[in-house]
């Protein structure tokens, strides 16, 4: 693992800032696992399935048009041969509005990708396909929105409705212009909306509900359902003000309420900063976290609630003093949850991962990787099952001429009884 021991540096480093140590205060182990994903492959996503097996999915490139989106599962240390869900020329490539995997209750899979409908950067669709072979094959698209012009539909997030179908929440650009394709200028008193709709297990539609009529344009939403069918749903929101900070609407027995600001940064910032939040659960207890740079200080935050989402408590600051974003959060059993965030230091982008509680905050971080070439971690994923718990990310590999890389580690954490 010697990617781990260039790293045993790094977090001494860390340790010595703390006082402690780094890696012991988060994982119990670490191990890095090999993945399927060819060379050129990136924006892995994680899920996992009701068996305990991890879905992965990526997207891998074969020169400047040709691009697919693959999907393995992983088994203990042991890969699937991966699947192609979908292989064209048009499909739409961002390293931020990346395809992502959910898993059903009922066994059922489901992947979103996006595929360009028209010749500006910002006209594509957002595609959902299923699996109900535990991935060995996938369904033809699903479109879920009802909107068919060449605007944006996209950073869509996905989960069970509790009725053995799911709910599909996405950004919807049917009243949202574009100036200038190139520049991305953005026509004055248009605006992004927030729509949802659900899909049955036969994978009929139902129709459209607006969640908001103004939202921030390209940051991922992140949604997680709860135990008792609560769904709900975090997004970078935008006022008249330009204000974008993270609102949350709920859906509660099948109503969703209205939107409600949960951050109070008070970020004013006239584009989008391309950084959206994320969320997670187990039974009430609930953890989110975001990036803002309100008032020019970049930081990454997280809050928790004991009721469902109803109300979250007062936000904490968990970075080192020079974050990036791209956030991830699993909420653990015990009441704790694992943050992830990428951070810029003097030697490079690092990614970090920290333990936090609602009571004593975010402890000591863990950094699994440095990488010196800026901006190509991405968002890195996290899933956790009992006391394990996988990430995965982006990297440039050191051997092959810089190409992108998936690289995924494997850890455990003691779960306090």
Not at 304 to 319: K, L, W
Request: proline share 4%.
């Amino acid at each position: 693992m010697k990617h781990y021991l260039i790293l045993s540096v790094l977090n001494a480093a860390l340790s010595s800032l703390f006082g402690v140590s780094a890696a012991a205060q988060v994982f119990l182990t670490l191990e890095e696992l090999g993945t399927p994903a060819a060379l050129n492959a990136e924006s892995p996503s994680l899920a996992m399935m009701p068996d305990g097996r991890v879905l992965m999915s990526w997207i891998e490139t074969n020169g400047h048009v040709r691009a697919a989106v693959k999907t393995a599962v992983l088994d203990g240390s042991d890969w699937s041969k991966p699947v192609a869900v979908v292989e064209s020329d048009d499909l739409f490539i961002n390293y931020a509005d990346f395809p992502s995997v959910a898993a059903l209750p009922d066994g059922t899979l489901v992947t979103s990708w996006s595929r360009m409908s028209g010749d500006s950067y910002f006209a594509y669709d957002t595609v959902i396909s299923l699996s109900r072979d535990s991935g060995a094959s996938w369904s033809a698209g699903i479109v879920p929105h009802q909107d068919r012009s060449e605007r944006q539909h996209g950073f869509m997030s996905i989960v069970s409705n509790g009725s053995g179908g799911m709910t599909a929440m996405w950004l919807d650009g049917q009243d949202y212009d574009i100036v200038d394709s190139q520049g991305g200028a953005e026509a004055e008193g248009d605006a992004m909306q927030l729509r949802a709709t659900t899909l049955s297990p036969d994978g009929a539609l139902s129709e459209e509900v607006l969640l908001d009529e103004r939202t921030c344009t390209c940051c991922q939403t992140t949604a997680v359902a709860l135990d008792d069918g609560t769904v709900l749903l975090a997004y970078r929101d935008r006022t008249e003000a330009e204000i974008r900070d993270i609102s949350l609407v709920r859906q509660v027995d099948g109503v969703w309420s209205q939107p409600v600001e949960v951050s109070g940064d008070e970020w004013e910032i006239s584009g989008c900063p391309v950084n959206g939040p994320a969320i997670d659960a187990h039974g009430s207890q609930v953890a989110l976290v975001w990036f803002t740079a309100a008032d020019e200080t970049p930081a990454v935050r997280m809050a928790f609630s004991d009721d469902r989402g109803a109300n979250f408590g007062v936000p904490m600051s968990i970075d080192l003093g020079a974050p990036l974003g791209g956030v991830d959060v699993v909420q653990l059993s015990d009441g704790s949850a694992l943050f992830s965030w990428v951070e810029r230091t003097a030697a490079g982008e690092i990614v970090l991962v920290c333990r936090a509680n609602p009571s004593d905050g975010c402890g000591a971080p863990v950094a699994l990787t440095l990488v010196r070439k800026g901006r190509t971690i991405g968002f890195p994923r996290m899933v956790a099952s009992g006391a394990d718990v996988w990430i995965a990310w982006n990297e440039t590999s050191r051997s092959a001429n810089g190409a992108l890389i998936v690289r995924l580690a494997h850890a455990t954490v003691e779960l306090v009884k």
